[in-house]
């Protein structure tokens, strides 16, 4: 089993930064990809950025590319999503996941173990 907790949400102005963490406990982090994803209200559950195990494959929804990034520590058990230049649409709540299958997936169904969620509010 793997536990994941989301932390960093919040509400900011247009134009502002936020940083996201998920710190894992459970099963060893290393040797497994990390994913971060969102749900708007009325809307499905969307990629957003992943991180392969060793940090050096990242991959980034087309609509954060250039604005977040995605790191991790494997010896804190943590993955951060760093949001800069934020925008009204990046509203939503933001949940992190991991995965038991290879490679760095980008689709939710290829997760297994998924934490709670964070809001983030993005105000204009």
């Known amino acids: 089993q793997v536990w994941l907790v989301e932390s960093g949400g919040g509400l900011v102005q247009a134009g502002g930064s936020l940083r996201l963490s998920c710190t894992a406990s459970g099963r060893t982090f290393s040797g497994y990809a990390m994913g971060w994803f969102r749900q708007a209200p009325g809307k499905e559950r969307e990629f957003v950025a992943a991180i392969s195990w060793s940090g050096g494959s990242t991959y980034y929804a087309d609509s954060v590319k250039g604005r977040f990034t995605i790191s991790r520590d494997n010896a804190k058990n943590t993955v951060y999503l760093q949001m800069n230049s934020l925008k009204p649409e990046d509203t939503a709540v933001y949940y992190c996941?991991?995965?038991?299958?290879?490679?760095?997936?980008?689709?939710?169904?290829?997760?297994?173990?998924w934490g709670q969620g964070t809001q983030v509010t993005v105000s204009s």
């Open positions: 996941a991991t995965t038991r299958a290879g490679g760095v997936p980008r689709s939710t169904l290829r997760y297994d173990y």
